[in-house]
């Protein structure tokens, strides 16, 4: 099994930055496919970012705001999340894979975390 808790939401004003963490453990961390989706009520889970190893990937509305990292020593995923946007306002989950990937943007990933809420006022 692999356990995934997410951490670091919060309500902040639009402008502001946050830090997701996603704490692993029960399986190796290094060689995982690492993902974040988001997901608002009454929404469809959506793609946010993903990472393997060192390659990293990011929906368009994410771009160029959101970082993806990892720290493999501390089996640690983190999401940096600067000039947030009300319609970033959703609960962050943290998803993770081992083997072929096939499409990362899917929501069909094994392992999830419970989630974390981060809210954006304007």
């Known amino acids: 099994q692999v356990q995934l808790v997410e951490s670091g939401g919060g309500l902040v004003q639009a402008g502001a930055s946050l830090r997701l963490s996603c704490a692993a453990s029960g399986r190796t961390f290094s060689n995982a496919n690492m993902a974040w989706f988001r997901q608002a009520p009454g929404e469809a889970r959506e793609f946010v970012a993903a990472m393997y190893r060192s390659r990293t990937a990011y929906s368009d509305s994410v771009k160029g705001r959101f970082t993806i990292s990892r720290d493999n020593a501390e089996n640690t995923m983190y999401l940096q999340m600067n000039n947030l946007k009300p319609e970033d306002t959703d609960v962050y989950y943290c998803?993770?894979?081992?083997?072929?990937?096939?499409?990362?943007?899917?929501?069909?990933?094994?392992?999830w975390g419970q989630g974390t809420q981060v809210t954006v006022s304007s």
């Open positions: 998803a993770a894979k081992y083997g072929p990937l096939g499409d990362y943007r899917s929501v069909t990933y094994p392992y």
